[in-house]
């Protein structure tokens, strides 16, 4: 079984007073957007987030083909990382993929490559890594418990780094060439603010 982590708990703040979340993108909640191109290769979404949002993202959800459980955070504003790691204690499944909830380009053949990479290698997590030296720790594939216990370990230790979990697993870095091979690099592309969700509302 596998699962996805959608980490929506963020504040939206470059996007101004409304939760980038639920912004409507070219007439589709953007969270529903990243969670529809999930559904053929995960049994399970798990949705992260504040308990504010819950009611506006569960009606975002409707009528979701896959189970969706959410995993609220109990501290809330503590950062991406802690986010990943309260979502990932929420799974099901051996293996999860993490995708930021502003990334409504996420390519399947991606996300599938990367499960791929993580379970043949049978290593806590793969992580893309991209030309421009960036890891891409929202859009990866997690051993869920292992990396659930690594954040909460992070974060007791008071390090909010979100490579600081890593540090203590075995991982495999994935390559922008090798993403290339199985999908569109555009599918770590994020929106942030105002004009680049214009933008992309422009690409649907
Ligand atoms: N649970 C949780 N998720 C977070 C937190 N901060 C950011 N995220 C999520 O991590 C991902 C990447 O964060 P950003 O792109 O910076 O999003 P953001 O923090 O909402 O936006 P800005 O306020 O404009 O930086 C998004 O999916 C956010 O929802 C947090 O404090 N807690």
New binding site residues.
């Given amino acids: 079984m596998r699962s996805a982590v ?10 101004g007073d409304a939760d ?2 639920v912004a409507e993108l070219a007439g589709t909640p953007m969270i529903r957007r990243v969670a529809d191109r999930l559904v053929s290769t995960v049994d399970e979404l798990v949705v ?3 308990a504010d949002q819950r009611a506006a993202i569960e009606s975002a959800m409707g009528d979701y083909p896959l189970p969706v459980r959410y995993a609220l ?1 109990t501290d ?5 990382m ?2 990943i790691g ?2 990932l204690g929420a799974c099901d499944g051996e293996y999860a993929v993490v995708v ?3 990334m409504p380009f996420v390519d399947s053949g991606v996300v599938e490559y990367l499960f791929e990479r993580a379970e043949e290698e049978n290593v806590d997590a793969a992580v893309p890594k991209l030309d421009d030296g960036w890891y891409q720790t ?1 859009q990866a594939v997690y051993r869920a418990d292992a990396m659930a216990a690594a954040c909460e370990a992070a974060l007791e230790r008071g390090d909010r780094k979100i490579l600081a979990p890593l540090e203590e697993l075995a991982w495999v870095v994935v390559e922008e060439s090798e993403i290339r091979e199985h999908g569109d690099v555009g599918t770590f592309e ?1 929106v ?1 603010t105002r004009d680049e969700f214009e933008d992309a509302q422009t690409r649907f």
Avoid: L
């Avoid at 959608?6 to 996007?15: E, Q």
């Fill in positions: 959608v980490v929506a708990g963020g504040r939206s703040t470059r996007f980038k979340a992260n987030c504040r955070d809330t504003d503590e950062g991406p802690a986010g309260t979502g930021a909830c502003d929202t994020n942030n």
